[in-house]
């Protein structure tokens, strides 16, 4: 087993301002849709929206929601004392479901820094060294291309590891051993090992963490070969993801979102797991499918709030899964609906909203009766200040204002 570590481990050795960037979308006259009036709509990084006669159509004055995290009553699972269940903390979720599959499989094990003692950074591991004690439970120096590229070696000795990389950014640094080792050995080996690996940690957006602290990095391992992507998003679908995550026999990336640790929910005390390829119907409807994951799913049901009062009707999907797509859920959806809205916090240029756009286009474009629009953070590296920060992300008003457009 030394050997086989040595040999996987030695693999490697703008400032923003209101106009920054403008995100257009085009509603244009086109032969399947040549019904529809001439128009564009311009949506700036703050909400602010203008129509092609530069007239205002909305903005930050009208904005719903700052910094949108769920309300209870946003998800149809949402917690209340009369169901079934206990009440959990998204961090605590992940935890249980890890526990479970700790208990159930002694192969299963958890590596990285801190994730011993200190329980996790955002106390994911908090307990499981006292109980399972140091060898499953293995803090790490701050090598992270080490000990990723020991974790894979494990998994390809017959153990499941998990890591932890305290912070997705900081997993940039084990960017070889991720590409050249965990997504390819299954295949540069001809099947003769296995990768059961599940690589995890916070991502996303943060409150004032800085830049190298709040990356998007979905679709930087979106394009590795092998590797299988999911993006948690409430308690439930975290525990069940995990869980799922670490019986895969494919080296899964969890995307956890570091504002989402605290969101509260009631799962079942049953065990389940689900389905690592499968998306979840957040919100049936009928005027036009809004494609969304992770913390980007509760900016959208704020937005529907308002939708729905003003007439429209949305269908509120959270795809969960970001490699491979769930193209089946998905496809039902604008079979029925025939519009589409992406909202993501991944970048826009080469982020999982162009791959998913690609991917819609390819096999749905009969049933479209308007363009895509999709939704995206700015190409710029998160601002530290909290106001220029918030203008880098999609916020409510711009989501109301582009299914307004779609469905006129």
């Known amino acids: 087993m030394a050997s086989i570590f040595q040999g996987v481990g030695a693999t490697t050795a703008l400032s923003s301002s209101t106009s920054i960037d403008t995100k257009k ?5 086109r032969r399947f849709f040549s019904v529809r009036r001439a128009s564009f709509v311009v949506v700036r990084s703050g909400g602010d929206k203008r129509d092609s006669g530069s007239n205002r159509i909305g903005g930050r004055a009208d904005q719903l929601v700052t910094n949108a995290v769920a309300t209870k009553a946003d998800t149809p699972a949402a917690s209340t004392a009369s169901k079934p269940g206990h009440e959990l903390l998204l961090f605590e979720a992940l935890r249980e479901g890890l526990e479970e599959e700790m208990e159930r499989d002694a192969h299963v094990c958890v590596i990285g820094e801190d994730v011993g003692h200190y329980g996790g950074s955002y106390k994911v591991t908090k307990g499981l060294a006292d109980k399972y004690g140091d060898l499953r439970v293995l803090d790490t120096p701050i090598a992270e291309n080490s000990f990723t590229g020991m974790g894979i070696g494990a998994a390809m000795c017959g153990l499941r590891p998990i890591i932890e990389g305290m912070n997705m950014g900081f997993l940039l640094l084990a960017f070889n051993q991720i590409s050249n080792n965990c997504g390819m050995l299954h295949y540069t080996s001809g099947g003769q090992f296995k990768i059961p690996v599940v690589i995890r940690g916070p991502g996303g957006v943060g409150r004032q963490l800085g830049a190298e602290h709040s990356q998007r990095l979905e679709s930087y391992f979106q394009s590795i070969p092998g590797i299988q992507m999911v993006a948690c998003s409430t308690p439930y679908n975290a525990k069940g993801l995990m869980k799922a995550a670490i019986r895969s026999d494919n080296p899964v990336i969890l995307f956890e979102h570091v504002l989402l640790y605290n969101l509260k929910e009631r799962i079942p005390d049953e065990e389940y797991v689900l389905n690592l390829e499968e998306a979840e119907m957040v919100r049936p409807g009928e005027h036009v499918t809004i494609l969304t994951y992770s913390r980007m799913r509760y900016h959208v049901m ?10 429209y009707d949305p269908e509120v999907i959270d795809i969960r899964s970001l490699k491979p797509f769930d193209l089946y859920t998905i496809g039902n959806s604008i079979k029925k609906t025939h519009r589409v809205l992406i ?8 982020g999982i909203g162009a791959s998913l756009t690609a991917a819609i286009t390819e096999n749905f474009h009969d049933y479209l009766d308007a363009p895509i629009v999709c939704l995206s953070s700015q190409d710029v590296p998160t601002p530290y200040a909290g106001t220029l ?10 989501i109301v204002a582009a299914v307004e457009q779609l469905c006129r």
């Open 343 to 350: 909202v993501e916090e991944c970048m826009r240029t080469g």
């Open 302 to 311: 704020q937005a529907a709030k308002t939708l729905v009062n003003k007439g």
């Open 389 to 398: 920060e918030e203008w880098t992300v999609v916020q409510p008003p711009q």
């Open 25 to 29: 979308f085009q509603l244009s006259s």
